[in-house]
């Protein structure tokens, strides 16, 4: 059983392994703002923070799904209100957001 007052994350290293063995296992949403996404992305489905609550039917249960946003704080505030208020079990925070992936992947940049 879950604890829905702890968020599960992964790192930026055990993500893009994510990617080169089966990107169909999992969901990757952006929570950051658009003006941030139009900075870098990492191609996945574009819900602010102020949008989740309405949008709730495009989360899906059934998989995996990552948060991410600049630091990881959207994302875990994101996760934290989605499993308390909504009892989703399967979310995962992309640890340190953007800013973990620009240490390690040569084309996203830092902002």
Partial sequence: MIDFNTVREIDAADFISLLEINPKDYLLIDVREKDERDICTLNGIHIPVGEINNRLNEIPRDRKVIFHC????????????????????????????????????PNIELY
Avoid: T
């Fill in 70 to 105: 600049k630091s990881g704080k959207r994302g875990e505030m994101v996760i934290l209100f989605l499993q308390q208020n909504h009892k989703f079990e399967n979310l995962y925070n992309l640890k340190g957001g953007i800013n973990a992936m620009a240490e390690i992947h």
